[in-house]
Each structure stands twice: as structure tokens, then as C-alpha cells.
């Protein structure tokens, strides 16, 4: 694999269920994001992790966690979904700080 | 607050030139970034600005003037595979968090034709 990898490319979920959207990047990259993207409101960053074993909180975290075990694998974990959660999820790394960053192909995730 | 102001949506005839504007208002300012995403696709990265000034990058260029919180995004020769949404984005970040995070705006639609 080359670049960032996502999982599942899209899903429906039931509300109240808990799912993990799977991000793996192969660059090496220390730092990782969640953005959401909904309709009329660009990306929301939700979560981050600037290096291994570290993570913060972006503008929309709340019903979200994250863990950062390793450098390439970032998963984002919605506990106990809700309708609100329907959105398009993107994983995005950096090499440095800067203001490049390398977008996964994103998953769609319907909570019903 | 941060906020970022753009145009929603921008329609020219390809060949022409069209300039995206963005206005923010933010705290912690690193710098402004511009993204290109294509229906379904992922966000790629045109450019970042950290400095004022130009940065041309082929047939777009970004522009940045921290002293007015603004900056541009100019795509020259415009192609029918230019007709996408593009998005700035502020990095920002606090003294202690030298890596900041970006902020994006909510995205000019531009639809070239024929």
C-alpha cells in the first residue's frame, strides 16, 4: 500500500452501536487527524496525535475517541452512535509541522 | 472565535482566471493552506503560505497578507478538470504546540465550462 488506507469505505449503523473507522498510513508520518465533512461546513477536525502515544482534541470531539499505539495505525471509535454522527470521515497525516496534509479516500458512515 | 470567510461558489469559462479570496479571523496564526477536493474524492494540497507574499505552484499561485488576515488562491488557464470545490485553511496553534492544526473554511465551489 501507498499513502493512507481507510476502513470500511462506507457503512450503515444503527443508533447506539459502537464502530471503529480504521485509518493506516504507510509514510511514516508522526503526526494523524480525523476530520468530518458535512455538507456546507468544509472539514471539522475531530481529533489528533502530533506523534506515537499521543493524542489531542480537535474542534468536534465529543462522542468520539481515538488511540495512537503506533505511528501508522489511527482508529476513531464512536462509543454509542447517534443520527448526528452521519458524515463523511477522512484520515489525514503530516510529515511536519506544516500545512500539508497527505487525506485519506475517506469513509462514509450513516447512523440510522 | 476563529472563522474563515470564502466565497461559496465561482463559475467561469475555461481558459479564464479566477481568483478565490479567504478572510480569517484567528488567534495563533501559522499560516494559510488551500486544498483541492474533487466530488467523492479526498482533499489534496495546492499550497501553504507561511510568509506574505506569492507562492506560484504551475498554473495557481496563492497569495497571503498577514497584516490584512487574508489570502487568495488564482488559478490561471482554467481547465474543465479545475471544476472542483477548494477549501483554505488557517494552521493555527498555541506557543506549546509547535505542530498547530488547521482550521478549514467552508469551500468555494468552482464550475468551469466550456
Known amino acids: 500500500i501507498a499513502g493512507i488506507t481507510q476502513a470500511p469505505t462506507s457503512q450503515i449503523l444503527a443508533a447506539g452501536r459502537r464502530m471503529t473507522l480504521r485509518c493506516t498510513q504507510d509514510?511514516?508520518?508522526?503526526?494523524m487527524y480525523w476530520y468530518r465533512q458535512d455538507l456546507g461546513l468544509g472539514l471539522r477536525l475531530i481529533h489528533y496525535?502530533?506523534?506515537?502515544?499521543?493524542?489531542g482534541k480537535g474542534e468536534v470531539p465529543d462522542g468520539y475517541s481515538v488511540s495512537r499505539a503506533n505511528t501508522d495505525d489511527f482508529p476513531l471509535t464512536l462509543a454509542s452512535a447517534v443520527p448526528s454522527q452521519t458524515s463523511v470521515y477522512f484520515c489525514?497525516?503530516?510529515?511536519?509541522?506544516?500545512?500539508?496534509?497527505?487525506f485519506g479516500p475517506g469513509t462514509r458512515l450513516t447512523v440510522l | 472565535g476563529q472563522s474563515l470567510e470564502q466565497p461559496s461558489e465561482v463559475t467561469a469559462v475555461e481558459g479564464a482566471i479566477v481568483q478565490i479570496n479567504c478572510t480569517y479571523q484567528?488567534?495563533?496564526?501559522?499560516?494559510l493552506s488551500w486544498y483541492q477536493q474533487h466530488d467523492g474524492g479526498a482533499p489534496t494540497f495546492l499550497s501553504y503560505?507561511?510568509?506574505?507574499g506569492l507562492e506560484e505552484t504551475g498554473r495557481f499561485s496563492s497569495f497571503l497578507s498577514r497584516s490584512d488576515s487574508y489570502g487568495y488562491l488564482l488559478l490561471q488557464e482554467l481547465q474543465m478538470k479545475d471544476s472542483a470545490s477548494y477549501f483554505c485553511?488557517?494552521?493555527?496553534?498555541?506557543?506549546?504546540?509547535?505542530?498547530?492544526?488547521?482550521?478549514f473554511g467552508a469551500g468555494t465551489q468552482v464550475v468551469v465550462t466550456p
Open positions: 489525514a497525516s503530516s510529515e511536519s509541522p506544516s500545512g500539508e496534509q497527505f
Open positions: 509514510m511514516r508520518h508522526n503526526a
Open positions: 496525535s502530533n506523534t506515537a502515544g499521543t493524542t
Open positions: 484567528t488567534s495563533g496564526f501559522y499560516g
Open positions: 503560505n507561511a510568509l506574505d
Open positions: 485553511a488557517v494552521r493555527v496553534g498555541e506557543t506549546t504546540d509547535s505542530w498547530g492544526k488547521l482550521q
